[in-house]
């Protein structure tokens, strides 16, 4: 087998065997094959794509070049759930304990997040005392015991899905459907996940600014999933503007908790019900989604999911007042209070550019050696379709460094547009993809 | 500016600036350009393709990459001719002494050649003495005095196209027409020549396979001439079977001797006398193709083309009995006679493999490296279309070392296809293109 042949018959639009994609993948993880024939590949992949079967073959190509987690210690099927990146997303964190309150495993495995803010690690690491670093034994020995656990990713999970990231980074091959899901999906499917409930993000502050490309990404990863047997769904949720009312880390562990305190704010706690549901109606907890979403309803009034997310926290070295008195995660130095310049309608509140503005104030890291400020955030006020006066609050900024103001300071204001007239937020759930097919629901 | 940039305009179908393509060129041959996004924009460019400005400007970026050789020395306007390629094709060497009879300065700088046989300077190296190590002086002013000279090619002709061209071979990058256009082109141009007679060969024995094909690289390459202001012309030319009767070098310099002598087979002879005829109108020496051909066929008549031919060899040091016993030039320890197993009529002598065959006799090189056996050679008996009863000698083969036979009889015999029914060779014109337009006359 010649990689120059792989080549020209993609290039041809001609399909690939899961032979040459084995091939091509592993010779790339091993440096047998050069970067300047992959990223040649890359290009007539993104040009001339690929099938469901092409994509099966990647994804599993990829999995196979590094470790696959073994989750067998543990009890019962694991759901695990994965968002595609947004602003404000802080699900992770409340699922865990809402799904968890059911008596469904929650075995999750994450990294550290590389932009805006912080992974979903980083962001508990707010919690002073907090660690994921737990061995494999102590991870699945807390799963049977309490039904969750945070554990860190130490593995070397498909390695040649970074080695093509990297690549796919600076040859403009990034943008192709086949490639965005078999780098996620092997991802995933390597963490030893029975079945996976996917967050496919869409609008300004999400990687698919489109909704049906959105729901292609969803429908393709559907596909890898339920090809290699693990049954997936994909849901397409709303991120034009940021998730819930905070963005930051400890501020959004506060929300979060929130949240099992019954005290959300809407879209929050909406998205949190459908995605919940989805993962007890996948681990065979319940049988209709409307019997999913009044479970998790349940454990939140009955004090349940708080509960089990206080075990949680001390069962993983956090101090637990914290979690009583969870304003002390967002005390920071300073607050400003961003305030309306004149009266009208919010039209816009851009997730990139808030996501950008956190990043300034130091809520994530650009480069992994970057130390995260846990305490820094935003706490917005009023969301699009709120009408503020003149003068109203609109964003509360906390922050530790004076200097890093002025610059959030203007990506706030680049981000908010107030107009006469007046715009309805969108719907938080765009839809659902399952192994059936798709529903739009916007 | 940035090359990812760069890579996603045109990705995108977009045209790139003149900025642009000298920035991937440059960076390129200086190496600040990587060849995994080379290759990207390579693969990018083989979809998208590149439009008539953005080929000039590509293949002035090439150009520019290296030395520019200066002919003002030499008097009058230089005409150069340049073929794509074929098995058999010794017209260079017979018009030369045809065109510069006709008193049009012939200033001929050439390369080695890897292939099936040697380049021009390789063939005529056949004749004992001769020397294509001249100094541009020297080049210069026996153009200015006998009208003729070859001289070796020593400046460093653009290396941005031997970088390319090394990266296009192992991505799948080769046929595009805009790449294949600026890398003959930028060669041609940086060589010096006022005017440009292109030969486009197509047929199995070609690069250019198709017929359309070969029309579309003609075109794109009299626009790129045009567009840089040196009248342009492509004659595509038929390359099904060898050009002639011979291949081999000094077997190769025979036959054009016999043409200048009038004894050539008629295929070469239409094609020298056409090409000359363009080159004579080119030079402003003719006003009509019919008057150039009238003149070319005049100096073949009145020997004055041989006698330029013998004064140009003695010039740089030939030998001048090869001229009056040219049968010396390919005299071999053994010569083998391949008879016809049936009666038929010749359909096919396959261009490509019958090249391949010169090549294993030693006629040619794969490496630079490679010393080439200048007296081997095939001298075909027979052409497509003709008629042979069972024992007619089809080829004579020349060769110097026995083990070599048996390879190159399996190449030939593969070459041939003997038929019932009689199939009339093709026309040796396809046709021509001009900064006006094509006409095709096949």
Known sequence: MKMIDIIYKKRNGEILTKEEINYFIHGYNEERVPDYQMSALLMAIYYKGMNKTETVNLTNAIIDSGDIIDLSLINGLKVDKHSTGGVGDKT?????????????????????????????????????????????????????????????????????????????????????????????????????????????????????????????????????????????????????????????????????????KGKAPEDLLELCRYLGSYMLLLAEKVSTLEEGMKEIQEVIDNGKALEVFKTFIKCQGGEIHYIDKPELL????????????????????????????????????????????????????????????????????????????????????????LSDEFKAARKIIHGVVTKEGEKRLS
């Open 92 to 260: 992770t964190i409340a699922l865990g304990a809402l799904v968890a309150a059911n008596n469904v495993p929650v075995a999750k495995l994450s990294g550290r997040g590389l932009g805006h803010t912080g992974g979903t690690i980083d962001k508990l690491e707010a919690i002073p005392g907090f660690s994921a670093d737990l061995s494999i034994e102590k991870f699945a020995d807390q799963v049977n015991k309490i039904n969750i656990s945070l554990g860190g990713q130490t593995k070397d999970l498909a390695p040649a899905d970074k080695k093509l990231y990297a690549l796919r980074d600076v040859t403009a091959t990034i943008d192709n459907i086949s490639l965005i899901a078999s780098s996620v999906m092997s991802k995933k499917l390597a963490s030893g996940a029975d079945r996976i409930v996917l967050d496919v993000k869409t609008g300004s502050g999400a990687f698919m600014k489109d909704i049906d490309e959105a729901f292609a990404l969803g429908k393709a990863m559907v596909d890898i999933g339920n090809g290699v047997g693990k049954d997936t769904v994909a849901i397409i949720t709303d991120m034009e503007q940021p998730l819930g009312n905070t963005i930051g880390n400890g501020i959004e562990v506060w929300e979060a908790i929130q949240l099992l």
């Open 330 to 417: 967002y005390k920071t130095k300073y607050v400003y209070e961003y305030t309306a310049i004149k009266d009208g309608y919010i039209h816009q509140l851009d997730a990139e550019l808030i996501g950008k503005c956190a990043l300034t104030l130091g809520a994530g890291r650009l480069e992994k050696s970057t130390e995260i400020d846990h305490k820094v955030g935003l706490e917005l006020q009023k969301k699009i379709g709120n009408y503020v006066k003149k003068g109203d609050i609109i964003v509360k900024i906390y922050y530790n460094e004076k200097r890093k103001l002025d610059e959030a300071l203007k990506l706030f204001e680049k981000s908010l547009v």
